[in-house]
């Protein structure tokens, strides 16, 4: 296969569980209220998946369906699939086997990805490189989580658990077909003095045993979170990132027909749309349905977006993410 010149977003899909959970639900389980998680996140509800069973694998496959039939493409086109996810179906293989097997692809290479909100980036960046440099034609990639049988739902747990959902989205990379379109910039950046800012100690192999009674009573194999912390590296971060992509591209914000950031928390978002001088009417914001739904959020807004009418071929699309690792990134694409 030749090189080609760009990459770009042939299709978009995304799928979220029929469970809503509100936090009136929430307020059930733990002491919590409506009125705290709507102030601190603009969280009104998230999505569980219906019954134990059902893993990161099986909200992509529908999303990637989706996908699949946006581009106007069957899986039998997919030459490699990228899985990004921190909550895969199983400690290993990855998630992206899983969903191979399920989509029909026997022999067709599977990579996850663990890079947990900025996971979706980091994803692009290696489907990118490999539809540039002519290796596939058509890289499925996947963000797909859930959180709901990992979160700790009570007291204890309920700095972190309120503010996360399941869901998945998916995105299918290829050739740009028309001159202007597809990646414009894209970077990614990591930095491990945050790693345990936000993060799941156990199982873990760093400890013989990974898992013992002891660091299941202190909750160590739920995420821990330092939410501070978090929120002031990702109000310095996404902006500082955004801009340098949007340096890279040549264009102001201006140009940006959508922005579709990382879904953690609203005031996060409109903290850096006000830094970026993006209005709210071109930021994609679905956090009030969905939570955070880490290496989901951005495949899953932009595939609302898409379908409600908000950006379509030849849109310029800014992407920011922040999140666990610390990691975070962001990218400008023309649709
Ligand atoms: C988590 C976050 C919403 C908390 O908001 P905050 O403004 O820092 O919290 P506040 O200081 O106002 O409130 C903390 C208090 O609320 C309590 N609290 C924590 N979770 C609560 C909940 N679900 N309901 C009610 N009270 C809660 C805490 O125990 C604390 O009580 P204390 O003051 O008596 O110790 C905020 O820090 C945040 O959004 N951080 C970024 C998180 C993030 O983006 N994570 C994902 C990254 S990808």
């Excluded at 106007?72 to 191979?100: M, Q, R, Y």
Aim: a negative charge; glycine letters at 10%.
């Amino acid at each position: 296969m030749k090189s080609v010149l760009a990459s770009t977003i042939l299709g978009i899909g995304h799928h979220v569980p029929s469970k809503v959970v509100t936090n009136n639900d929430l307020a059930k389980l733990m002491t919590t209220s409506d009125e705290w998680i709507v102030q601190r996140s603009g969280i009104k509800e998230r999505r569980y998946i219906e019954h134990s069973g059902i893993g990161a694998s099986d909200l992509a496959l529908p999303a990637s369906k989706m996908a699949l039939e946006h581009a106007g493409i069957t899986a039998k086109d997919v030459d490699a699939i990228i899985f990004a996810t921190l909550s895969p179906d199983h400690n290993f293989p990855g998630s992206g086997c899983f969903l191979g097997d399920k989509l029909g692809l026997p022999g067709v290479p599977a990579l996850d990805v663990r890079n947990q909100c900025s996971g979706f980036l980091y994803g692009l960046s290696v489907a990118d490189a490999w539809v540039r440099a002519g290796v596939y034609e058509h890289v499925l990639l996947v963000g797909a989580e859930v959180h709901s049988t990992g979160i700790e739902l009570n007291d204890r747990g309920r700095d972190v658990a309120v503010l996360f959902g399941d869901g998945a989205g998916a995105a299918i990379i290829g050739a740009a077909k028309e001159p202007g379109q597809g990646l414009k910039a894209l970077e990614i950046h990591a930095d491990g003095s945050g790693a345990k800012e936000l993060w799941l100690e156990a199982p873990a192999s760093a400890y013989d045993p990974r898992l013992t009674k002891e660091m299941i009573d202190e909750g160590k194999h739920f995420p821990a979170m330092n939410g501070k912390q978090v929120f002031r590296w990702a109000t310095e971060k996404m902006p500082e990132v955004a801009r340098s992509v949007m340096d890279a591209a040549k264009v102001t914000a201006a140009d940006i027909d959508l922005f579709v950031p990382h879904q953690a928390n609203l005031r996060i978002n409109q903290f850096v749309g006000q830094k970026l001088g993006i209005p709210e009417s071109k930021t994609v914001t679905n956090i009030e349905k969905y939570g955070n739904t880490t290496a989901a959020t951005i495949p899953l807004g932009l595939s609302e977006a898409w379908r409600e009418g908000r950006c379509k071929r030849g849109s310029n699309v800014l992407f920011a993410a922040f999140g666990s690792g610390f990691t975070w990134g962001a990218a400008v694409i023309t649709l």
